[in-house]
């Protein structure tokens, strides 16, 4: 699981206007509960009509749900920005 696999993921989900995925791991190798994996913290972007009319919470629960998989195999942590 990579940039790519998220990004894919999102976007056929989503359909956003932007989305923008980054990998932050590097950022976070220090970190006790970090699987040092190298794939493992991501920062993404988002801006959807989707999501537009959900609260952030919820909107950023169907973020997770469509990363559910890669949350059980990997995936440490995600920040995520909604755009409006």
């Not at 190798?29 to 009509?49: L, R, V």
């Not at 009319?53 to 749900?65: C, M």
């Amino acid at each position: 699981m990579d940039e790519s696999t998220i990004y894919k993921k999102l976007y056929n989900k989503f359909k956003p206007s932007v989305l923008k995925v980054e990998n932050e791991s590097h950022l976070h190798a220090h970190h006790a509960q970090s699987p040092k994996s190298g794939n493992s913290h991501f920062s993404i972007t988002i801006k959807s009509s989707f999501l537009k009319n959900l609260s952030r919470v919820d909107a950023q629960r169907k973020i997770y749900e469509v990363l559910a998989v890669e949350m059980k195999t990997g995936l440490h942590a995600l920040r995520i920005k909604i755009l409006s």
